[in-house]
Antibody, heavy 124, light 107 residues
Framework: EVQLVESGGGLVQPGGSLKLSCAAS????????MHWVRQASGKGLEWVGR??????????AYAASVKGRFTISRDDSKNTAYLQMNSLKTEDTAVYYC???????????????WGQGTLVTVSS | DIQMTQSPSSLSASVGDRVTITCQAS??????LNWYQQKPGKAPKLLIF???NLETGVPSRFSGSGSGTDFTFTISSLQPEDIATYYC?????????FGPGTKVDVK
């Protein structure tokens, strides 16, 4: 059974940093691209970014709203993906979801499995 | 970036009704579109991939169609458990943008 468990959310001041983790199980993590998606309270879904597999040089891509502030990484030995968030703004307040690339692949596709999400609140 | 629009933004229908949601992309995305269902307080769930393919385990009352820029999502006979917000997402080009969502409730 595919499972994605996010952790690391919490309250942080504007300008601060936070690192989220996504522990994966039930599939071959090393072969899968992984995505992060966020959702502000009462709002829609916003794709944050993704990291590809080692076979694709761990290539990353980001939404314009977070580029230069957020960094996605992964540790295949731990089956874990990460989202490092720096220079946080109040508008980054949201539930952050980790998602698996379609079928655990690393080419065409969006997300199939989603974690339960972790809440990040940026406030003074 | 590719902009995704959805209509309507919300709808209310009776149990058994046919419900249709449209999604439009700002440029040709071929068939590279997903539909997700999100129930309150829950993570989204993939229903349809590649515009018209039903994800495993998803009831057959859900369907999708379209290609290029115009897509349709249909619930053939609305059930009480279908109360949710539905989102389209394109994955033809980065960033993988979502539509704003359509909130569906039952009269």
């Amino acid at each position: 059974e595919v499972q994605l468990v996010e952790s690391g959310g919490g309250l942080v001041q504007p300008g601060g940093s936070l690192k989220l983790s996504c522990a994966a199980s039930g599939f071959i993590f090393s072969g899968s691209a992984m995505h992060w998606v966020r959702q502000a309270s009462g709002k829609g879904l916003e794709w944050v970014g993704r990291i590809r597999s080692k076979a694709n040089n761990y290539a990353t891509a980001y939404a314009a709203s977070v580029k230069g502030r957020f960094t996605i990484s992964r540790d295949d030995s731990k089956n874990t993906a990460y989202l490092q968030m720096n220079s946080l703004k109040t508008e980054d307040t949201a539930v952050y979801y980790c998602t698996r690339h379609f079928r655990g692949y690393d080419f065409w596709g969006g997300s199939d499995y989603w974690g339960q999400g972790t809440l990040v609140t940026v406030s003074s | 970036d590719i902009q995704m629009t959805q209509s309507p933004s919300s709808l209310s229908a009776s149990v058994g009704d046919r419900v249709t949601i449209t999604c439009q992309a700002s440029q040709d995305i071929s068939k590279y579109l997903n539909w997700y269902q999100q129930k309150p307080g829950k993570a989204p769930k993939l229903l349809i991939f590649d515009a018209s393919n039903l994800e495993t385990g998803v009831p057959s009352r859900f369907s999708g169609s379209g290609s290029g820029t115009d897509f349709t999502f249909t619930i053939s006979s609305l059930q009480p458990e279908d109360i949710a917000t539905y989102y389209c997402q394109q994955y033809d080009n980065l960033p993988f943008t979502f539509g704003p969502g359509t909130k569906v409730d039952v009269k």
